[in-house]
């Protein structure tokens, strides 16, 4: 079974810090979806990123970049230079998929961190 | 990008009523949809998988005869909580996959519907 872990339950930093969000994962299979969601108080999942198992490559984004590290297990989020409006609660996610590379299209979430970014 | 949305967005209702909550694809056709569950201060939990005209898939755990799903046309998906009860009160998200799009997996949320139940 696939297992997503956010071992950082919060985080809280003052404006223009560097941050970095945790996210470990447990998968059988080769073939996977890493994601990144921001839920503002509103509640609205926002996307921000999906990785597949095969491209290690990192990514960058503005203010956000992304390491996934197969060899850890690790799909880590950064956010440089913070801003108050950066706080919210950030969701790693994992949806496996077939050898053809086809999502089953079921996100298992880790907990959750929730970041405050103070002025 | 695809919109995908619920309705209704917050509903307060007594105990052992029933609840309706619609989820629909705005501008694209969903084969699928996702409904998770989310308690508050934690993680989201896929409660059930919605399939066009067949019977939905529910996870384990998950009471099907409390939690109906119906899956009737390519753009709209219903919960309904039966005979609803306090420790039902959660916020209900949706999810659709957009087709053309399911080797990559692009799944859009709705906004989400906050249940409490009194």
């Known amino acids: ?119 | 990008g695809a919109v995908v949305s619920q309705h209704p967005s917050w509903v307060i209702c007594k105990s052992g009523t029933s609840v309706k909550i619609e989820c629909r694809s705005l501008d694209f056709q969903a084969t699928t949809m996702f409904w998770y569950r989310q308690f508050p201060k934690q993680s989201l939990m896929l409660m059930a998988t919605s399939n066009e005209g067949s019977k939905a898939t529910y996870e384990q755990g998950v009471e099907k005869d409390k939690f109906l799903i119906n899956h009737a046309s390519l753009t709209l998906s219903t919960l309904t909580v039966t005979s609803a009860h306090p420790e039902d009160s959660s916020f209900y998200i949706c999810s659709a996959r957009d087709p053309p799009a399911e080797s990559t997996d692009t799944q859009y949320f709705g906004p989400g519907t906050r249940l409490t139940v009194l």
């Not at chain 1, 950064?78 to 590379?101: H, K, M, R």
Request: aromatic share 14%.
């Open chain 1, 1 to 119: 079974a696939q297992k997503v872990t956010q071992a950082q339950t919060e985080i809280s930093v003052v404006e223009k810090e560097d941050v970095t969000l945790d996210c470990v994962y447990e998968t059988r299979d080769t073939t996977y979806y890493l994601f990144w969601y921001k839920q503002p108080p509103s509640g609205e999942l926002v996307f921000l990123i999906r990785r597949n198992s095969f491209d290690e490559q990192n990514e960058i984004s503005g203010r956000y970049s992304w390491n996934f590290q197969k060899s850890t297990s690790s799909f880590n989020f950064t956010i440089t230079a913070s801003q108050v409006v950066d706080s919210a609660v950030y969701f790693c996610a994992l949806s496996e998929a077939n050898a053809g590379g086809t999502s089953y299209g079921k996100l298992t979430f880790g907990q959750g961190t929730i970041l405050t970014v103070h002025p």
